[in-house]
């Protein structure tokens, strides 16, 4: 659901997992090792309007309709071109070809808010995106209902997986991870009728034992909150992802598509 506002996590070298350790699944999953592309996937939570009450954590997982509007406008108006992250995942691994100036947006945990402040934009703009569900929370306050999440994926949006109840797996002894990573994925597959092959780490937190439950459960890839715009073929359980939020004018929004360096220097996360 949510995890640190600074957004900064550190990743022993002993977690990185190769495409090479991924099980196999019916075919070859890395068919051209190390193979990167330079592809901003912006991470999101909730499109919305403050409210008084909300806390300084729910305003950091926030950004407000009409600045996501403007983002949407501006990645059409400068050649940019959204993908999923099943598209661009197939690219590092079976060479399919993905459009100019690939972007992904990926939105966390399901919230009600992105059926019509997220989904009805990209519709009405024909654009794409990457929903990562807890199947937990669904049909609850605050979440979107099965209906809704089945309409998205019916119209193009990818739908995939965020855990069964967003725990930091970290924690948690290794049946109690299993189940969570495994019993996510049947649940949605079960659901909507075609695998599910992303993860999202709840709050960005993974080891080792994580990552190891995660490719055996039969997930291609898998993304993390730590800030990175080159997807690698080599690294495809520990993606980076670029964070967006309440705070960034266009500018700002502008430059962390490119990278620029003058952008990041004022955001050390």
């Known amino acids: 659901m949510v995890f640190p506002l600074n957004r900064r996590w550190v990743l022993p070298a002993t977690v990185m997992l190769s495409a090479a350790l991924l099980p196999a699944r019916g075919q070859a999953r890395a068919t051209r090792p190390g193979v990167s592309i330079f592809a901003p996937v912006l991470i999101y939570h909730h499109v919305k309007l403050l409210k008084p009450t909300d806390n300084a954590i729910e305003r950091g997982l926030t950004v407000l309709p009409a600045q996501f509007d403007a983002q949407l406008d501006h990645l059409r108006t400068h050649g940019y071109s959204t ?25 966390d ?9 997220v989904y009805q934009q990209l519709r009405r703009r024909h654009m794409v995106a990457t929903f990562f569900i807890v199947p937990g929370f669904l049909n609850t306050p605050r979440y979107l209902t099965w209906s809704q999440v089945t309409d998205m994926e019916h119209h193009g949006m990818d739908i995939e997986a965020h855990s069964m109840s967003h725990p930091d797996l970290t924690t948690l002894r290794p049946e109690a991870v299993w189940q969570e990573v495994t019993r996510s994925r049947q649940v949605l ?26 490719s055996r ?53």
């Open 83 to 107: 993908v999923t992250a099943i598209a661009l995942i197939a690219h590092l691994l079976k060479s399919t070809k993905l459009p100019p100036n690939p972007v992904v947006l990926t939105f």
């Open 189 to 214: 597959m079960a659901r909507l009728h075609h695998p599910i092959d992303i993860f999202a780490y709840p709050y960005g937190a993974y080891n080792t034992a994580v990552l190891r439950a995660v």
């Open 109 to 117: 945990d399901g919230y009600t808010d992105v059926y019509v402040d």
């Open 217 to 269: 459960a039969g997930f291609q890839a898998a993304l993390t909150t730590h800030q990175g715009w080159v997807a690698r073929s080599d690294q495809l359980l520990t993606l980076p992802r670029v964070y967006i939020d309440i705070d960034d004018t266009l500018a700002v929004f502008a430059g962390r598509l490119r990278a620029v360096p003058a952008v990041l220097a004022q955001d050390p996360t």
